[in-house]
């Protein structure tokens, strides 16, 4: 069974940190492409963060320099680090796994941010 359970989110204020981190089971891993997307009220969801089966990572630009993605393989894990935040931020995050014709996403976590 295919689960991806993201945690981490909340209340944060402008300007501070929040640290979302996804668990994975029921695949392999470290085969798979890890992403983290966001959907804010009203708006379509997008990509925020990639870290591909090999590590390579990739952002968005709205995120770039602020936000990090690594994962730790022997935990199947993926974490996103979201410094210097903005309003704009605010969002439901969730985590993909896709690898070829299979995906997952997880539940979802709310960040907002908000002083």
């Known amino acids: 069974q295919v689960q991806l359970v993201e945690s981490g989110g909340g209340l944060v204020q402008p300007g501070g940190s929040l640290r979302l981190s996804c668990a994975a089971s029921?695949?392999?891993?470290?085969?798979?492409?890890m992403s983290w997307y966001r959907q804010a009220p009203g708006k379509e969801r997008e990509l925020v963060a990639l870290s591909s089966a090999g590590s390579r990572t990739n952002y968005a630009d709205s995120v770039k320099g602020r936000f990090t993605i690594s994962r730790d393989n022997a935990k199947n894990t993926v974490y996103l680090q979201m410094n210097s935040l903005k309003p704009e931020d605010t969002a439901v995050y969730y985590c993909?796994?896709?690898?070829?014709?299979?995906?997952?996403w997880g539940q979802g976590t709310q960040v907002t941010v908000s002083s």
């Open positions: 029921g695949f392999t891993f470290s085969r798979y492409h």
């Open positions: 993909n796994a896709r690898l070829f014709g299979n995906e997952y």
